[in-house]
């Protein structure tokens, strides 16, 4: 059964950090795209950041770009989010998404998420 | 980027009925459009994928139409655990996109 399993949200100031992470199991890691996605409270979806299976290619929204930095473990199954310069509009549950082994947009498997608030 | 536009954002339908949702993308995409249903304080579900494409387990009666920049997505018979929001999501380019959201309620 493929599992996807964030933690590291919380409430931090504006200007801040934290690290996000996705612990994958119950397939091959290091053979799927991975992506985070997040959603404000009460808004719609937006995709923040992807990465390639061996970590070559790593794509951002335009909003987080130079802040924020799509990593990845594939010894520990393992994907992560550092995410610097907090903003109060970076307030929102992150997703971490699984995408295809070759198709890099189809979202097939997502976690529970974890809430990340910017307030002071 | 390119910009995906839904409608409606939301609507009401009684149990039985046949829903439509459309999506337009603000420049050709060929078929790479996908399909989510999100319930209230869960994680987003594929259902349809590359536009007309039925994610493995999903009733049938959810079917996804369209190419280019238009594409549609049908619930032939809304059933009550059909209440959700639907978003549609292209991946032409990797700057990924979704669309707004349509909320569906039960009349």
């Known amino acids: 059964e493929v599992q996807l399993v964030e933690s590291g949200g919380g409430l931090v100031q504006p200007g801040g950090s934290l690290r996000l992470s996705c612990a994958a199991s119950?397939?091959?890691?290091?053979?799927?795209?991975m992506s985070w996605v997040r959603q404000a409270p009460g808004k719609g979806l937006e995709w923040v950041a992807n990465i390639k299976q061996d970590g070559s290619e790593k794509y951002y929204v335009d909003s987080v770009k130079g802040r924020f930095t799509i990593s990845r473990d594939n010894a520990k199954n393992s994907l992560y989010l550092q995410m610097n310069s907090l903003r109060a509009e970076d307030t929102a549950v992150y997703y971490c998404?699984?995408?295809?082994?070759?198709?890099?947009?189809?979202?097939?498997?997502w976690g529970q998420g974890t809430l990340v608030t910017v307030s002071s | 980027d390119i910009q995906m536009t839904q409608s409606p954002s939301s609507l009401s339908a009684s149990v039985g009925d046949r829903v439509t949702i459309t999506c337009q993308a603000s420049?050709?995409?060929?078929?790479?459009l996908n399909w989510y249903q999100q319930k209230p304080g869960k994680a987003p579900k594929l259902l349809i994928y590359d536009a007309s494409n039925l994610e493995t387990g999903v009733p049938s009666r959810f079917s996804g139409s369209g190419s280019g920049t238009d594409f549609t997505f049908t619930i032939s018979s809304l059933q009550p655990e059909d209440i959700a929001t639907y978003y549609c999501q292209q991946y032409d380019n990797l700057q990924l996109t979704f669309g707004g959201g349509t909320k569906v309620e039960i009349k």
């Open positions: 420049q050709d995409i060929s078929n790479y």
């Open positions: 998404a699984r995408s295809g082994v070759g198709d890099y947009g189809i979202f097939d498997y």
């Open positions: 119950g397939f091959t890691f290091s053979s799927y795209w």
